[in-house]
């Protein structure tokens, strides 16, 4: 799973909306929750739609529903571009 992870962030030149429909892809092939948890974090670097819906999808996954929700923040707050879509966090 690295590896693919390695290769998403390779590519400067792809669109960043491909780049969310790829960790999509990976997520739902992830195995472990760590493995999870490193996309979740790699999100912020392609803000896109579909970066946006696997944040959103992570949300309902029993086992990282917290980190998903700060992806959530994170990605909102520093991608000014689609703020109004992602939920901020409750205290």
Not at 37 to 66: G, H, M, N
């Amino acid at each position: 799973m690295r590896g693919v992870l390695r290769l998403v962030l390779l590519q400067p030149r792809r669109p960043a909306s491909e780049s969310g429909r790829l960790l999509a892809e990976a997520v739902g092939l992830a195995s472990q929750n760590a493995e999870k948890l490193t996309i979740l974090s790699l999100l912020q670097s392609f803000p896109s739609q579909e970066s946006l819906e696997v944040a959103r999808a992570a949300q309902r996954d029993a086992a990282a529903p917290s980190k998903a929700k700060l992806a959530l923040w994170q990605y909102s707050y520093s991608h000014s571009a689609l703020p109004a879509l992602a939920p901020r966090p409750s205290p």
